[in-house]
Structures are given as structure tokens and as C-alpha cells.
Nanobody, 124 residues
């Protein structure tokens, strides 16, 4: 089992930045693909970005490409989401997720472990 805890959410003005962290415990995440999702009120949970187990490959939703960056530090068992140029439409609860790495599998699906989420609110 992998336990995931997100942190770093908060209230920020449009155009600002936030850095979310996802601390994992229970197992080393070096063998796990990691991802970030978000869910706005009344909407479905959407894929934001993902990173391969080695950190060598990253993947992003079109809506956040260029503005957001996913990174990981396997030595610290932590994954990050750097969010720049934030917009009001980025307001959501952000979730970290993990799955066993399978390079051929679509990065948007198949995650077995989830954090509890952290709220990000962007004021316009």
C-alpha cells in the first residue's frame, strides 16, 4: 500500500504561483508512476499531469501545458506540482495519485492509490 498526502494548497491571486507537494509513505515510489488530478465543484475529476517512475517523462493536459510542471524526488518519496500563471479556472481540489509503472499505459488512467486532496483557490 502507498499512502499519499498532499500539501501546499491555498488562496492565490490570478497570475500567481503555488507549489503542491505529495508525500508518499508505505513504499518507495521509485517504481510508481505518479500523477496529479483536480476536481472543481460540480465537475468530474480531471487529469492534470503525470510523471514516469524515473522522472524522465512528463505528460500534461492541454489546459495546463507550459504553466504547470510535475517533478519528483524519489529520495524524498515526494512528487511536486509547480503551478504558474494561475487562472480562476484552475480553482479545484488537487489530488495526487500513484500506480505501478507501465510505460505503455495511458497516463490518464489506472491509478490505484489517491491522496485526500488539497484545495487551490485562485481569485480573479
Amino acid at each position: 500500500q502507498v499512502q499519499l498526502v498532499e500539501s501546499g494548497g491555498g488562496l492565490v491571486q490570478a497570475g500567481g504561483s503555488l507549489r503542491l507537494s505529495c508525500a508518499a509513505s508505505g513504499r518507495p515510489i521509485s517504481g510508481y508512476a505518479m500523477a496529479w488530478f483536480r476536481q472543481a465543484p460540480g465537475e468530474e475529476r480531471d487529469f492534470v499531469g503525470a510523471i514516469s517512475s524515473s522522472g524522465g517523462r512528463t505528460y500534461y493536459a492541454d489546459s495546463v501545458k507550459v504553466r504547470f510542471t510535475v517533478s519528483r524526488d524519489n529520495a524524498k518519496n515526494t512528487v511536486y506540482l509547480q503551478m504558474n500563471s494561475l487562472k480562476a479556472e484552475d480553482t479545484a481540489v488537487y489530488y495526487c495519485a500513484a500506480r505501478v509503472e507501465v510505460y505503455t499505459r495511458d497516463r490518464r488512467y489506472g491509478y490505484d492509490w489517491w491522496g485526500q486532496g488539497t484545495q487551490v483557490t485562485v481569485s480573479s
